[in-house]
């Protein structure tokens, strides 16, 4: 038999009047978990503690641990708020992925997904591919242009908000507040390579650069750059 997609289940009309949970109520309970302690520390029964109900009320609208992670995915893609349509195409891919940037920061899980919900699809998500693809489509380029350009920003922001949520993580285990405890920790290797003279440009990024400590600015630098190029190859403005 085939599956019934969770999305598709969900927007059945409910049988009664009055339900205990609701969609929006297992999200909000699943994300706060997870913001606290981590995706690991959600479970069904941890959810069921929550809510203040049976261990298997929740089956009754997701089927399990991927249902939840799916569910709790377009929970939080709500908060991203989307470029209106009048928002010029290189606006519109930057504020989608800084905001992007944002929303993970703000749930560090997002960084910990299993591969099945990184490639999932839902609404809230899909919104966003949406009017990330519709912008650059008003360029007259074909659609696999337009999703090449799309997926493009998107990986540059996966990568670049993966790396500062490993740092993150790195610090909270180590009990460091301070990125220049990291840096501390990595003086002795570091000192070693770079004495070696085979790495002078990146020697002179540690001795010279001032923007090491400043996340947010390599990002929206390295994105511009990535948006310049787009923009130059398809004679943009």
Not at 78 to 104: D, H, I, K, N
Not at 210 to 217: E, I
Request: glycine share 6%; aromatic share 6%.
């Amino acid at each position: 038999m085939e599956k019934v997609p969770l999305w598709a289940r969900l927007e059945r009309p409910e049988p009664a009047p009055r339900q205990t949970l609701s969609p929006q109520r297992i999200a909000t309970a699943a994300v706060a978990v997870a913001d606290a302690e981590g995706l690991d520390a959600v479970t069904m029964r941890r959810l069921a503690t929550e809510l203040g109900v049976a261990p298997m009320a929740a089956y009754r609208y997701v089927s399990g641990k991927d249902d939840l992670v799916e569910l709790m995915v377009d929970h939080v893609y709500a908060e991203l708020e989307l470029p209106p349509a009048t928002t010029g195409w290189r606006e519109t891919l930057r504020l989608v992925a800084v905001r992007t940037r944002e929303l993970t920061l703000a749930h560090l899980w997002l960084g910990q997904l299993p591969p099945s919900a990184v490639l999932s699809l839902t609404p809230n998500r899909t919104a966003v591919s949406e009017r990330m693809l519709s912008a650059v489509a008003e360029l007259g380029v074909d659609p696999d242009t337009a999703m090449a350009v799309a997926a493009s920003i998107s990986s540059y922001t996966l990568g670049m908000t993966g790396q500062e949520i490993a740092m993150r993580q790195l610090m909270a285990g180590q009990g460091w507040s301070d990125e220049r405890e990291v840096y501390t920790s990595l003086a002795p290797q570091l000192t070693y390579l770079l004495d070696t003279g085979r790495y002078p440009a990146f020697k002179r990024y540690i001795h010279e650069g001032r923007c090491k400590n400043d996340p947010q600015w390599q990002f929206e630098t390295g994105l511009d750059y990535v948006l310049d190029g787009i923009a130059a190859r398809l004679g943009a403005t």
